[in-house]
């Protein structure tokens, strides 16, 4: 079962959007902003795990917390109309450098 999750992540809490494959809403949680709550939560949500994030100062940290965890990881920039951006194989390069 795909699970399509998106992220909007803040200094102190971080909500989580979960849509079905049909787009339906199936729960909405605000969990602690750490890796350890962030991975627990997308774990705990079983199948197969699309993540989203908005681009930002936390995208590459929550690129590289979440991808182990899910299928694939896109991230979205504001003003794209939503339409989720894969990261290129460079970004990933220079992600796994830093």
Request: charged share 35%; proline share 1%.
């Amino acid at each position: 079962m795909d699970r399509y999750i998106g992220v909007d992540v803040h200094r102190a809490s971080t909500t989580f959007e979960v849509l079905s494959a049909s787009g339906k809403k199936v729960r909405r949680d605000v969990v602690e902003t750490n890796g350890g709550a962030l991975v627990g939560y997308v774990k705990q949500l079983g199948g197969k795990r699309h993540v989203c994030v908005e681009e930002g100062e936390w995208s590459e940290w929550l690129y590289e917390i979440f991808l182990p965890h899910a299928e694939e990881v896109l991230w979205s920039i504001e003003g794209d109309g939503g339409r989720g951006r894969r990261a290129t194989r460079s970004m990933r390069m220079r992600w796994r450098r830093r």
